[in-house]
């Protein structure tokens, strides 16, 4: 029931849709436990007052009372006016904090201060804005599986300034982050030859091009040590590049010639890995899935399409 009240209150101004203007329709205000108390003991004074006919005792409370008011009005102005945006997140392995990245911007000629922004299963994270200043806050979700995950409704609170009411208000970010597979810890190192290892390619040694990776061995040169493979993961064994004449076979990382033995996802993860250590080791390679087919080729761009492959195999559209 508290879950579909805020998904009502959070339709009442329109949609919350990002990017969103706050408006007086879209900010609500409650008073906080210290606000309530702070009513309860204006009462028990008003009452005492009354009793003993405390004209100062009356001062006081009616006093304090217009305090109370002033705080309203300036924790709602405090969110008033505030444009909320938000930015593509970055993609990032399974287990790692997707984040978000949300953009606050404050057109106004006054400063916004102590805004906490969080998303439903995020921790919060606090801010304050000068006057017509433009700032980015990453909220963090955590991640446990690959695919798409969305980050769900951003709620924007503030206590300022004395922190006896709270205004806080919604939005809803459409963008979408991308959960790649997590890459397999101890994965064997991309092995030289095919049958049954998820890679199949020409063999052949040679100084023009990259054939694959095989175990360091101590007359080898440190130049051709894959340092950058090693540096991903620096507790694993080091590899030695080798290499083909330009005229050399391609290679595939095939997932249906991975051992059976290996559920699905132990597939994709140690494919991921793969993946990773080719592009680490500049290698050209191609990705075979049973839905698609990635040709052979290298570079940044050429990883990303390969780890989205991977991260959505056999998840819905």
């Given at each position: 029931m508290r879950e579909a009240l805020r998904r009502w209150l959070s339709t009442?101004?329109?949609?919350?849709?990002?990017?969103?203007?706050?408006?007086?329709?879209?900010?609500?205000?409650?008073?906080?436990?210290?606000?309530?108390?702070?009513g309860c003991a204006l009462l028990a004074m008003l009452l005492t007052a009354i009793n003993y006919?405390?004209?100062?005792?009356?001062?006081?409370?009616?006093?304090?009372?217009?305090?109370?008011?002033?705080?309203?009005?300036?924790?709602?102005?405090?969110?008033?006016?505030?444009?909320?945006?938000?930015?593509?997140?970055?993609?990032?392995?399974?287990?790692?904090?997707?984040?978000?990245?949300?953009?606050?911007?404050?057109?106004?000629?006054?400063?916004?201060?102590?805004?906490?922004?969080?998303?439903?299963?995020?921790?919060?994270?606090?801010?304050?804005?000068?006057?017509?200043?433009?700032r980015t806050v990453t909220l963090r979700l955590p991640t446990?599986?690959?695919?798409?995950?969305?980050?769900?409704?951003?709620?924007?609170?503030?206590?300022?300034?004395?922190?006896?009411?709270?205004?806080?208000?919604?939005?809803?970010?459409?963008r979408r982050c991308l959960v790649h597979a997590r890459p397999e810890a101890g994965r064997p190192p991309l092995p030289l030859a095919g049958a049954g290892d998820g890679i199949r390619h020409a063999s052949g040694e040679?100084?023009?091009?990259?054939?694959?990776?095989?175990?360091?061995?101590?007359?080898?040169?440190s130049r051709h040590v894959a340092w950058k493979a090693w540096a991903r993961t620096p507790g694993a064994p080091l590899l030695t590049k080798q290499f083909e004449g330009s005229d050399g076979g391609e290679l595939w990382l095939d997932l249906a010639r991975l051992p059976d033995t290996l559920t699905l996802e132990r597939k994709l993860s140690r494919l991921t890995g793969w993946v990773l250590d080719a592009d680490a080791a500049g290698l050209s390679y191609g990705l075979a899935l049973p839905e698609e087919r990635i040709a052979p080729s290298r570079g940044p761009s050429h990883r990303a399409r390969a780890l989205r492959a991977l991260a959505l195999h056999g998840l819905p559209a």
């Open positions: 009442l101004g329109g949609s919350p849709a990002m990017p969103v203007t706050l408006d007086r329709r879209r900010i609500f205000v409650l008073p906080t436990g210290a606000g309530i108390a702070w006919t405390l004209s100062l005792g009356f001062a006081l409370v009616f006093m304090l009372a217009g305090l109370g008011q002033v705080a309203l009005l300036h924790t709602f102005r405090n969110l008033l006016g505030l444009r909320l945006d938000e930015m593509p997140p970055e993609p990032v392995f399974a287990g790692q904090p997707a984040v978000f990245p949300i953009r606050l911007d404050n057109a106004s000629t006054r400063a916004r201060r102590a805004l906490r922004l969080a998303l439903r299963d995020g921790e919060a994270v606090q801010v304050d804005l000068d006057a017509g200043q433009s446990s599986r690959r695919g798409w995950m969305a980050p769900g409704r951003v709620t924007l609170t503030t206590r300022y300034p004395l922190g006896l009411i709270r205004a806080w208000s919604y939005a809803l970010p459409h040679g100084s023009d091009e990259f054939a694959g990776l095989r175990a360091h061995r101590p007359a080898d040169s």
